[in-house]
């Protein structure tokens, strides 16, 4: 079973994990990745991929507190178009299209809605690039890691890549806002 299918589904505001696999070539904006986590299987995770500047796709965000050491696959997630229930009513489709069609354009309006958890998005995507104000580096994120796992008794290493290091701060940093 992979993990993080309905975190991934409400940060990319769609109602499940798209089905069209990628091409490994074309760019694309929004992506669901599939990652090997470092102790517990596979998750889901949001990427992105621009041909011009990457060589593989990014991963932007995880929801996994364990690091992940790969990517199986990728899904894009497709722009849609904004559509009302009166453009579908003026479509040429059948009677059974145009109810799945207007049954989704709800959907879409419930997902876009603002919610608690859609603010809660916003502010955490406000937060300085390190998470928390007193931390300026990579250095001083180490030092801050291992004084909190020492105050809280958590045991394990302090991570060393960057982008992991931000991740154990948000894991935190949310943890701290419950």
């Given at each position: 079973m992979i993990k993080f299918e309905k975190e991934v589904c409400d940060y990319l505001r769609i109602p499940s994990i798209p089905k069209k696999?990628?091409?490994?070539?074309?760019?694309?904006?929004?992506?669901?990745?599939?990652?090997?986590?470092?102790?517990?299987g596979t998750g889901y995770a949001v990427c992105t991929f621009d041909e011009d500047f990457d060589k593989e796709p990014r991963i932007i965000k995880s929801f996994a507190s364990e690091p992940f050491y790969g990517i199986e696959n990728v899904f894009v997630v497709p722009n849609y178009m904004n559509t009302s229930e009166k453009d579908i009513s003026e479509m040429d489709l059948d009677d059974e299209s145009k109810k799945k069609a207007e049954q989704l354009v709800q959907e879409a309006q419930e997902l876009t809605a603002t919610s608690e958890?859609?603010?809660?998005?916003?502010?955490?995507?406000?937060?300085?690039?390190?998470?928390?104000?007193?931390?300026?580096?990579?250095?001083?994120?180490?030092a801050w890691l291992q004084s909190w796992n020492s105050k809280n008794k958590v045991r394990g290493k302090i991570p060393t890549n960057e982008e992991t290091i931000k991740m154990r701060l948000l894991n935190i940093y949310s943890q701290m806002k419950k």
């Open positions: 696999e990628w091409n490994k070539r074309d760019s694309f904006k929004k992506g669901v990745a599939v990652v090997k986590l470092a102790v517990s958890e859609n603010k809660e998005i916003e502010e955490m995507q406000q937060l300085p690039e390190w998470i928390f104000p007193e931390i300026t580096n990579a250095e001083e994120a180490r």
